[in-house]
């Protein structure tokens, strides 16, 4: 079910939105040669205790997990792209590092992730994260009153075929509200036209993400780490945006 917000509602979003986006500002300034993954989850989880914030991610377990998550951050490392389990592992120069966060304060979610790479990067590293950073503007731009859902992935598409990656639509965009994950689903490559029509009080989580020579993903032994089928790096990044009268408004913005 699509639930639409009222402004008063999307205000009541906005404390959440922002301390979503403080943290990641936090672990980026402190993501680094030798720092360990278990450090940046412990820095997220004392800056939730701090808030009195909760995390999406500690007891989520869906069905296909073989437990609860456990950790509060999904950090994953160069060939892992997606949900990536926070390991003892420290970070080494060149690492491409992508960190996807949801909490709820208030009782409302946003959820936001980011990729960097730490100490000396490759081009084709920072060219990566270039094309999801401007795949998740285009999203965000095309989010407009009377567009609809297929504009947003189209949009997205655009910028990742223009760089000459495939794209995988098996994880994607969602609604955002009192839970992390919503209807609508917003995949990354769809038809202009299509799906559903964005009206004013929808909020929903837009995430490109992209590997460099596959599309193809597979399970880490750890049973959530999401790693790329030829071992080629990932990038992803995300906001969560309310689409408003007055444009899209990034609830996540750093
Ligand atoms: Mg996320």
Redo the contacts with the bound molecule.
């Keep these: 079910m699509i639930e639409l917000r009222t402004h008063a509602e999307i205000e009541q979003m906005k404390p959440a939105g922002r301390f979503v986006a403080d943290v990641l500002t936090r672990l980026l300034e402190v993501a680094d040669v030798g720092v360990n993954l278990l450090e940046l989850d412990a820095l997220a989880h004392a800056m939730i205790r701090a808030r009195g914030a909760q995390s999406c991610y500690i007891d989520y377990h869906p069905s296909f997990g073989a437990m609860p998550f456990g950790k509060v951050l999904c950090t994953s490392v160069n060939d892992a792209v997606l949900h990536g389990l926070p390991r003892d592992y420290t970070l080494q120069d060149g690492d491409l590092l992508s960190v996807?966060f949801?909490a709820a304060v208030d009782g409302w979610v946003s959820?936001?992730?980011v990729s960097v790479v730490v100490g000396t990067a490759a081009q084709q590293d920072l060219d990566l994260i270039d094309t999801a950073s401007r795949a998740l503007d285009a999203g965000i731009a095309a989010a407009q009153v009377g567009a609809r859902v297929g504009d947003i992935s189209a949009a997205i598409a655009a910028v990742a075929h223009a760089d000459g990656l495939s794209i995988n639509t098996d994880f994607g965009g969602h609604g955002v509200g009192r839970t992390m994950h919503g209807d609508p689903h917003v995949p990354n490559n769809g038809r202009p036209g299509r799906g559903y029509p964005l009206k004013p009080g929808l909020v929903i989580?837009i995430?490109p993400w992209f590997l460099q020579t596959t599309d193809v993903l597979y399970t880490d032994p750890d049973g959530w780490t999401l790693r790329s089928g030829d071992g080629s790096r990932g990038a992803h990044m995300?906001h969560t945006i309310a689409i408003t009268d007055r444009g899209p408004l990034v609830l996540t913005a750093r």
Excluded: F
């Design positions: 996807d949801a959820d936001s992730a989580a995430e995300e």
